[in-house]
């Protein structure tokens, strides 16, 4: 059974930081690449960060670089996103989400391409 679990949200301040983490069974971890997206209330599902070629190499979304950090533990098939600076537009739901990439490459799909997905963790950002 493919699994997705996304834990690590909570309430913070503006300015604080918070750890995301996305632990995956069920596929083959390394032929995939894992993005996060969020959803803020009323908001489209965005994509924040794609880790991808067993975790050498990210993207993310403008508005997070040089706040957000993605990395992968492969010898756990877990993921993790560490949100330093958080900001209040950064509230949403985020959730983690698996690409077939057997090639290495980047997430290319979007959110309606996406091959699994985790549950949701709510992440919330006060002023």
């Known amino acids: 059974e493919v699994q997705l679990q996304a834990s690590g949200g909570g309430l913070v301040q503006a300015g604080g930081s918070l750890r995301l983490s996305c632990a995956a069974s069920?596929?083959?971890?390394?032929?995939?690449?894992i993005a996060w997206f969020r959803q803020a209330p009323g908001k489209e599902r965005e994509g924040v960060s794609c880790?991808?070629?067993?975790?050498?190499?990210?993207d993310y979304l403008d508005s997070v670089k040089g706040r957000f950090t993605a990395s992968s533990d492969n010898a756990k098939n877990t993921v993790y996103l560490q949100m330093n600076s958080l900001k209040p537009e950064d509230t949403a739901v985020y959730y983690c989400?698996?690409?077939?990439?057997?090639?290495?490459?980047?997430?290319?799909?979007?959110?309606?391409?996406?091959?699994?997905w985790g549950k949701g963790t709510q992440v919330t950002v006060s002023s």
């Open positions: 989400a698996a690409e077939f990439t057997p090639y290495g490459s980047s997430c290319s799909r979007g959110a309606n391409g996406m091959d699994y």
């Open positions: 069920g596929f083959t971890f390394d032929d995939y690449a």
């Open positions: 880790i991808y070629n067993s975790g050498a190499n990210t």
